[in-house]
């Protein structure tokens, strides 16, 4: 599977950014009664509460980080499976610990991987790399697997918009980082890769409307580094990967089509709510990138600036995708930002 096409198959749980899984209706499955007084029952839709507006308003689930084996040892860093609760489900991911992280508190990048096949997904793939870095600059970092791959428990099986609520899990991560005596919660940071990136762009929106004392719910988010980010709007930003499909985007346009007789795409869609976002972003994007093109964080960093948004924008003419042969520039130019934030 080669890298656009794999992007495709990962967008179809991203781009509603917030379309999710195992639903329960309020009050024990027997929905909300009609304002009116008749005895008509109301339905809440299946996916409304994982609109921007409603997740605004959400009120995030903390949990007990655990942290589990020894996965590898760094320069001046060790490597640790960890775990957490969202949504139901029990999610991996990988942690990485400055050698003396106890001494003090550390501030923290939280970080969402780009597509990764699962056939030959591992715990930390698509983050462990620049993790590294940031975790031998004196950063704790954390980088769920999310729901279905690693170690975590499986997706749901109910279709399109079913799958993973990947901005959900992140917000649940945040209001679950104080379980870490370490953590500096006033120093938290957000890193995203290709689909990653619009993942938190989404949690960028979400956490930027909420009332300033209940941001995070318990951290504050200094600010968001971003590669290749895939940004354009839904549904075209998965339409846009269905070339390479098997059926040639059959199946995706069908189910597009269901979504959108019964719900409002823009409610889910991350260009409607850029003005949300309150918080320093920084974009890198190469060149040479055949996954996401150059031209969408392009339109992306003009839209920030339009909105009068702090935005720093980095263009590698030679780089790929991964940053190659950049790479090296990106992650300090991250450290930099890091830093000045």
Known sequence: MNRKHGIWVSLIV???AGIGYGYKLSRGGEGLFS????????QEKQYDKY????????????????????????EGY???????????????????LPFDYAQGLRPVVVMARGYVDKEIYEIGMGTKNAAGVYA????????????????????????????????????????????IEQVDMNQIYLWGHSNGGQIMLSVAEILGKREPSRQGQSSTVKGVTLWAPVSKPF??????????????????????????????????????????????????????DDAVPK?????????LKLKEKDVVYHVYPGADHNMRPNWDTVVAKDLEFFGRH
């Open 78 to 96: 060790k490597s640790y499976a960890f775990y957490y609760q969202t949504e139901g489900r029990r999610i991996s991911g990988q942690i990485n």
């Open 136 to 179: 031998r600059n004196g950063y704790i970092t954390l980088a769920p697997d999310f729901s279905g791959y690693g170690e975590s428990d499986k997706e749901d099986e109910n279709g399109l918009g079913a799958r993973i609520v990947k901005p959900v899990e992140i917000l649940d991560l945040l209001a679950s980082l104080d379980s």
């Open 35 to 42: 304002p009116l007084g008749d005895a008509k029952i109301v």
């Open 51 to 74: 609109r921007f507006e409603k997740l605004v308003e959400r009120r995030d689930v903390p949990s007990k980080i655990e942290i589990g084996r020894e996965l590898s040892v760094g």
């Open 295 to 303: 031209k969408w964080s392009d339109q992306l960093v003009e839209s």
């Open 14 to 16: 991203l781009t509603v």
């Open 235 to 288: 549904p075209y930003s998965i339409l846009y990967y269905t070339d390479e499909a098997s059926d040639s985007g059959k199946w995706l346009r069908r189910e597009v089509a269901k979504f959108e007789e019964e719900y409002d795409v823009y409610d889910y869609s991350i260009d409607r709510y850029l003005d949300w976002i309150t918080v320093p972003v920084q974009i890198h994007q190469g060149g040479l």
